[in-house]
C-alpha cells in the first residue's frame, strides 16, 4: 500500500541512512552476532553523519529536526535489514530525551554533543531483578547527602549494558512513597559502579545486554535529572515515546519477514510445485499482507499524531500492542512456510523469528498494554 505520510526530504534521508547501513553495518552483522555486542566504532560513524539525536538544537551539534518521521525511518530501515544490536532508537529516541526533556542547561551542554557525536553511548536502566513491569516495585534507593546521591541496588536486562558510557539510572529517593524515585546519570568508571556479564538470550545476539551493580555509588548532585522525586513520572511520560518507536520497527521487522518469506516460497517446491501455489500458502501471505497494510497506516497516523504532540499513551500502547503481536504472528508463520530451512540460522527468517520474541515484552509487555489501554475505557 502507498504511504503517503514523507516527503521527499524524507526519502533522502532514507536513502542516506540505508546508504549508510550498507557499508557500515551490514559487512559486520555475523562479526557483532558474534562478539554478543557492536563495535563501538559504527557509533562515531553514526554520529559523524548526523543519525544520532537528529532532533536535538543545533548548538549542541543536532540538526533540530524535531520530526518523528526521521526516527521512525531509522527504526524501520534497521528492522529491514534485521540489525537488533546497534539500537540507534535506544539512544536517540529513548534515552536521549530523558537529557534534553529534564536536564537542565549546564547538564545539556555537558552531555549532549558527545552523545549527538557518538562518543558517549546511552542506557537506561529501570528493570531489576525483582521489578519489571511494576515499576514502583523497585529497590535500588539513592540517599541525599548533601552534594551528592549515594545509589545502592542493581539493575538487569539492560541493553547496551556493556557499551554504555552514561547510564540513566531510576532509584527511590523516599522509603515512605514508592512512587517518589530520580533519574541519575551514573557514568562510566564511577566508583561502585559495576557491570556484570553479557547475558546470554534467546535472539537480539549483537545486542549487549547486561546486569548492573551499584554499590556506594557516590553520584554528585550535578547528575540528578530534574527533580529527585519526579523520576517515575519522567519514565510514564517518555514511555508513550518508546513504544511507537517498537510500533514503527515491529511493523517494518514484519515487512521484511513477509518479503523473505515470499522471496522463498515462489523458489521452493513441493509436490512438483513453488510452494507459492498452494492455497494455504497464499491465503497466509494474503492475510499477513493485509494485516500489515492496515498496522502500518495505523502506525503513520500516531507518528503524524506525535509530531503534533497529540499522541495519548493508550494509543500507544494500541500502536506496541497490536504491531507486536502482529510481528510474532508474522514470524512465526514465516517459520512455518519456510519449513525446516526456517528454523536453521542462516536463513533471516530464523534470526527475525529469534529477535521478535522481546517486542512483546520489553518497554512494557502486551498484559500491560491491555491494561493502560483498558484503564482510558475507565473500565
Ligand atoms: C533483551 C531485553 C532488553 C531489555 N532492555 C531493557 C533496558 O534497556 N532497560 C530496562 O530498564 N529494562 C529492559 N528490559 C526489561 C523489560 O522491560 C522487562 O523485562 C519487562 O518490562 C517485563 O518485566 P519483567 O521481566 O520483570 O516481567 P514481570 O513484570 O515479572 O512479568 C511476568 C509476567 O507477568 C505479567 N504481568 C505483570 N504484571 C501484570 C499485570 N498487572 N497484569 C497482567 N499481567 C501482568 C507480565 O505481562 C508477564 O507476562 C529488557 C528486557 C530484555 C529481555
New binding site residues.
Partial sequence: MLRNHFETEHNLFRDAFRSFLDKEVVPHQEEWEDAGVVDRSVWRKAGEMGFLLPWAEEEYGGTGLKDFRYEQIMCEELAAINEPGFMIP?HSALCGPYIAEYGNAEQKARWLPGIIRGERIL?????EPS????LAGMRTTAVDKGDHFVLNGS?V???NGLLADLVIVAAKTDPNNKHAMGLFVVERGMEGFERGRNLK?LG?KS?D?AELFFNNVKVPKENLLGDAKGGFFYLMNMLAQERLTNACGAVAGAEAALNATVDYVKERKAFDRPVAHFQNTRFKLAEMRTQIDVAQVFTDRCVMDHNQKKLTPEVAAEAKLFTTELLCKVVDEGVQLHGGWGYMWEYPICKMYANAR?QR????????MK?IISRGMKL
Fill in positions: 535506544l542506557a537506561v536502566a529501570m528493570t521489578a519489571g513491569s511494576d539493575k536486562f539492560i541493553s538470550k537480539m545486542q545486554t522481546i515484552i520489553f518497554a512494557g509487555t502486551s498484559e500491560i491494561e
